[in-house]
């Protein structure tokens, strides 16, 4: 085992690593949250506030963390969410992501702010593989991104419900953090010298790369000031409607905390939804991903999967989503930490440490299937069927 691998014995201590090496602004960006933050905690709190109840005579030797969702067998029941920017933290990161993804046996959602377009990384060949989309002003900017999903062979669509409107991330706004940087940046990243290394040549080439017409210079200033002003903020329900009858294949809502929003979505034919609250980077109180899980899923009835990101930092924090009827669990920041550390392989041991926490979790509980977690292993108090559902949408 290398030195950095030993160091990298969870994800927290990945983030800790990638604090060490990362200008603060550059680490902030993906650490910081709206606000105050409040948010941003209580989705790691509220993993702190559900307790396990093992049952370890049950006898599980042997573990099978696989599962089907969207009729994609993954190795275990997490995806790789959205994050912008990725390859601001390592060269080329997305695509350094899909293929510990693709190693690994996992899925991934590739950001709209990706810094590769959505072609270079559908290349990689990533299974299943599901494109982060939008509703803008212009409807037919809308539809050529799905377009372009379409062509390059995307699996699922993820349209993300939670963002036109920017929170105010207060980290970002201390550290002067601006694309493209200010004058300041460089004396932080001076202190920096691993990150500034190894971002030779890319630095001048980062960009919003989705967003790039053809015959433009890459400029990401103007990029980004476009991207500011043409999201729409009266996005609705007829838009969903719009996506979901252009788009054949799995099409997922993330952002979803009401249980009225969910039990629309599965009405109106969406494949699964995503409970998030945007890693607590867009509305400061609002409620933990984890505490508005179980009434999501309560009102799904398991006609579709339900997801949930935001403060997954270990394998058990998986085997409690789980618990509380969610189908699989995304993961967010963690990829950035790993990006930072290692590249690939950082990601490849982000993975691998997710595998072994969730497999030594279930075992300790006595579980051997991904299909028998369910609320038997939590606490009397949680296990409580007025209050926590075990239905769960059939693979």
């Not at 963002?163 to 200010?182: K, Y």
């Not at 299937?369 to 059939?394: M, N, T």
Request: proline fraction near 5%; charge should be neutral; glycine fraction near 12%.
């Amino acid at each position: 085992m290398k030195g950095w691998e030993r160091q990298a014995f969870s994800v927290d201590a990945m983030r800790e690593m990638a604090r060490r090496v990362l200008p603060r602004a550059v680490f902030d960006f993906a650490d910081g949250g709206a606000e105050r933050e409040w948010t941003r905690d209580a989705n790691e709190d509220a993993f702190r506030a559900v307790s396990l109840l093992p049952k370890p005579l049950d006898g599980a030797a042997e573990r099978d963390l696989s599962t089907t969702l969207f009729g994609y067998r993954l190795s275990m029941p997490l995806m790789i969410g959205p994050t912008g920017l990725a390859g601001m933290y390592w060269p080329d990161g997305e695509l350094c992501v899909a293929r510990a993804a693709k190693a690994a046996g996992v899925g991934a959602v590739l950001s709209h702010g990706s810094v590769c377009t959505l072609e270079a990384y559908a290349a990689e060949g990533l299974a299943p593989r599901f494109m982060q989309v939008f509703v803008y002003r212009d409807a037919g900017f809308t539809r050529e991104l799905v377009d372009r999903a379409r062509a390059a062979g995307y699996h699922g669509l993820v349209l993300t419900i939670d963002n036109q409107l920017l929170g105010n991330r207060e980290r970002d706004v201390r550290n002067g953090f601006s694309i493209p940087p200010r004058p300041g940046f460089a004396l932080d990243a001076a202190t920096r010298l691993r990150w500034l290394w190894r971002m030779r040549g890319h630095l001048n080439r980062i960009t919003f790369g989705n967003y790039v017409r053809p015959g433009e210079a890459s400029d990401i200033a103007k990029i980004a000031g476009r991207m500011g002003e043409i999201l729409d903020p009266g996005m609705s329900w007829r838009d969903v409607e719009a996506m979901r009858r252009d788009w054949d294949g799995p099409f997922v809502l993330k952002g979803v905390l009401h249980p009225d929003e969910a039990e629309r979505a599965a009405a109106l034919g969406v494949d699964g939804v995503v409970v998030s609250n945007h890693g607590g980077r867009q509305l400061d109180g609002a409620v933990a991903s984890l505490e508005a899980l179980p009434r999501v899923v309560e009102r799904v009835g398991g006609r579709i999967p339900v997801l949930v990101d935001g403060g997954v930092r270990r394998g058990v924090d998986v085997l409690r989503a789980l618990a509380l009827g969610a189908s699989a669990v995304l993961v967010g920041r963690p990829q950035l930490w790993a990006l930072a550390v290692a590249g690939e392989a950082g990601v490849a041991r982000m993975l691998s440490i997710y595998r072994g926490e969730l497999d030594k979790a279930m075992g300790l509980c006595g579980v051997r299937r991904i299909a028998d977690i369910d609320r038997r292993i939590l606490s009397a108090g949680l296990a409580d069927e007025a209050i926590l559902p075990v239905a769960r949408a059939a693979e």
